[in-house]
Structure formats: C-alpha cells, structure tokens
C-alpha cells in the first residue's frame, strides 16, 4: 500500500463516518498512524504501518537441554515496507479483533 492510496482511506473514513481518535505511535520498529472511528458495524481502528525491510534473521541457540534462544533481526536502511490493518472493538471480548481487509477499502 503507498502513502497516497491510505491518505484517500483516510479521507474516505472522515467523510463517511464519525472519527473520534487520530494518532501515531511508535513500533519497534516502524511507526503506525492510527484512526479509530464509529461506523455502522460498530467502533473500529485502521493502522497504516510502515518499517524497514526484514532482510535477514539469524537464530543463535547451542544444543544443551535447558539453553536459551536468541534470535537476530536484520532491517534493510533503504528500503521499506507498508501495510494496512484495519480492527473491530469486540464489547464481549473487551478487546480489538482484526479483520481480514482484502475488499473492505
């Protein structure tokens, strides 16, 4: 997903439907720009999220029984990745559910 394509949902969302939190927040790594809004389905949340690209992952373990696993991530400094989340507030569940997206924008 580019920049452009989630500034047209974002939009979208604030047209259609009552927005009542806009936010950023930091991943690590990455950073998520967060809507949260209530449409006819109930409250949800869309998070466009970009970070760098995962280019390698390195597993260091020794073969003792009992030993500890270490696992090495290696990001790309050029190159990045963006993808949208798009959740559902479940009032029984007390918590946010995800949503497969694939034609709901």
């Known amino acids: 997903m580019t920049k452009d394509r989630w500034q047209e949902i974002k939009n979208q969302i604030k047209e259609s439907f009552e927005v009542f939190d806009e ?10 720009e967060v809507i949260e809004f209530l449409s006819p389905q109930g409250k ?8 760098p690209k995962l280019l390698d992952k390195k597993t260091i373990y020794s073969n003792r029984a009992g030993s500890g ?6 990001y790309s400094q050029d190159d990045f990745v963006s993808y949208l ?21």
Not at 26 to 31: A, M, Y
Not at 44 to 51: D, H, L, V
């Open 44 to 51: 949800m949340m869309a998070k466009f999220i970009t970070k």
């Open 23 to 32: 936010y950023s927040e930091e991943l690590d790594p990455g950073q998520a």
């Open 69 to 74: 696993v270490k696992v090495d991530y290696i």
């Open 85 to 105: 989340e798009a959740f559902i507030y479940s009032d029984e569940e007390d918590k946010w559910r995800k949503l497969e997206i694939d034609n709901l924008f």
